[in-house]
């Protein structure tokens, strides 16, 4: 038989590692749900933002492409820059920045005109 911690602080020791796992997991799974549906729409989205008037439908694909592949490029960069912030201010608060920063940056997108 176990016995459960008499001290309240040990109980919430126990449970800081999950609460950070399942706050790294929603990040994640946030980060690559919006990848994924930017991967999804991949055609839509060059017909409408990188295919210029009378250009070439491949064209705008590639470039649909491109512009994914240079948030690939730009990860390790976020995870210095983040990093240091998390370092500075906490994890916590930098999650929840780096969460707005990416859900504010696809709202914009789908504010677009087009």
């Known amino acids: 038989m176990t016995t459960s911690p008499a001290d309240p602080s040990e109980r919430a020791a126990g449970r800081a590692p999950r609460r ?16 994924g549906v930017y991967g999804f729409f991949a055609t839509i989205i060059a017909a409408n933002f990188f295919t210029p008037d009378g250009g070439n439908e491949l064209e705008g694909l590639v470039k649909t492409y ?5 948030a690939f490029f730009f ?11 998390g370092d500075r201010i906490g994890r916590r608060p930098t999650l929840i920045l780096v969460l707005l920063l990416m859900t504010g940056a696809t709202t914009l997108i789908g504010a677009l005109p087009t």
């Open 66 to 70: 491109a512009s994914f592949g240079i």
């Open 20 to 35: 950070a796992l399942v706050a790294g997991s929603v990040g994640n799974f946030i980060e690559w749900y919006e990848f």
């Open 75 to 85: 990860r390790p960069i976020g995870a210095a820059v983040f990093g240091r912030i």
